[in-house]
């Protein structure tokens, strides 16, 4: 099992990045570097590549409506190359919010564009001329819907490789399908390993069913807050607003996929009352109605033995990449999880 941490970078970008090479020692395998709404994730990404010797970087996620497929192919093989082959392409969907609130880009077609975005990249990688014709790609662009000047083009560079591996967050039925069918990897949000098999096993199945074996077995990378101790039960609460946010707040009534996804996992009335309240700005009566159960089982917090425990379920339920956010005080402290939650993967 592969051990993973999203950057943060509260105290400081660069301070973060330079203790980057701790955590390359005590055992860390990959970095993830998310983008929203705040400092693109690709200038990061490159700084990270030129402090780091081993560790893989990732981006997590990239959406897939901000860039268009060719600028996401160059993005990957740019990072790739400076890295010397240590990047994985995280893409997603992300949601209307960011998308339309943020990027003025109509939120269409998220499953068709995942997949024509993953096959545009492949092409490029492979250094094939980019001709392409889907639904919502077509390059070169066709003279009735542009200048006419378009020509069909390859990417320049000798890439370090045309296999750079993506990685797709997904948590929709249909989505996870199709990353099981054409992705390296698969994240998924809220990630219950005891529940896993009956919210996502038929897509999973589904999508493996038509996967090219060329491209090997899935990663599957769940996420989990890290904390190990007799006396760290209460940061559990830590996550409970993000809980409420995602599953409150990210989307209206019938568009929020985090709401759908508490509902599928069992919780449909804890789901609704999260969602009245949290729209009608009662984000901290919101918070209390998230269930105490997925906090719980969603984390990595607690006694060894109770983390040990936690940690084979989610490698029974085929996690093979753990993407922990370590909590403690001080960089010794998250560097002490991290050596720890390492001797513990290999154990198992």
């Given amino acids: 099992m592969r051990i993973g941490m999203a950057l943060k970078y509260s105290d400081g970008f660069t301070e973060a990045v330079e203790e980057l090479a701790d955590f390359e020692k005590a055992g860390l395998d990959i970095v993830y570097v998310a983008e929203a709404y705040g400092f693109d994730a690709v200038s990061q990404l490159g700084y990270i590549a030129a402090k780091t010797e081993r560790v893989e970087i990732a981006s997590g996620i990239l959406n897939i409506y901000s860039r268009t497929p060719a600028a996401l192919a160059q993005t990957a093989a740019g990072l790739d190359h400076v890295s010397g082959g240590r990047f994985t392409l995280g893409i997603g969907a992300s949601g209307p919010q960011v998308v339309e609130g943020f990027h003025g880009v109509p939120y269409t077609a998220p499953l068709g564009r995942t997949r024509e975005v993953i096959e545009i990249c492949r092409k490029a990688w492979r250094r094939e001329v980019l001709r392409y014709e889907g639904r919502h790609y077509t390059l070169p662009l066709p003279a009735d819907r542009g200048t006419g000047l378009g020509r069909p083009l390859k990417i320049i560079n000798r890439l370090v490789r045309a296999d750079i591996p993506i990685l797709v967050a997904a948590i929709g039925p249909k989505n996870v399908e199709l990353t099981a069918e054409l992705a390296d990897g698969w994240e998924p949000i809220f990630y219950?390993?005891?529940?896993?098999?009956?919210?996502?096993?038929?897509?999973?199945?589904?999508?493996?069913?038509?996967?090219?074996?060329?491209?090997?077995?899935?990663?599957?990378?769940?996420?989990?807050?890290?904390?190990?101790?007799?006396?760290?039960?209460?940061?559990?609460?830590?996550?409970?607003?993000?809980?409420?946010?995602?599953?409150?707040?990210?989307?209206?009534?019938?568009?929020?996929?985090?709401?759908?996804?508490?509902?599928?996992?069992?919780?449909?009335?804890?789901?609704?009352e999260i969602q009245d309240l949290y729209l009608d700005g009662k984000k901290d009566e919101a918070a209390a109605r998230v269930p105490d159960e997925l906090l719980e089982k969603m984390s990595l917090i607690g006694p060894e033995g109770h983390v040990r425990e936690r940690l084979a379920a989610m490698r029974e339920s085929g996690v093979t990449t753990l993407n922990v956010t370590p909590i403690a005080g001080d960089h010794a402290g998250r560097l002490a999880l991290i050596e720890k939650i390492r001797e513990m993967a290999d154990a198992l």
């Fill in 192 to 272: 219950l390993p005891e529940r896993a098999a009956d919210v996502w096993g038929p897509s999973l199945a589904a999508g493996r069913a038509r996967r090219d074996p060329s491209l090997g077995d899935l990663d599957v990378v769940g996420q989990a807050p890290l904390a190990i101790g007799e006396d760290v039960q209460g940061l559990l609460e830590f996550g409970r607003p993000m809980a409420a946010l995602y599953i409150g707040g990210m989307g209206a009534k019938g568009r929020n996929f985090y709401n759908d996804l508490c509902r599928r996992y069992g919780w449909e009335k804890e789901a609704e």
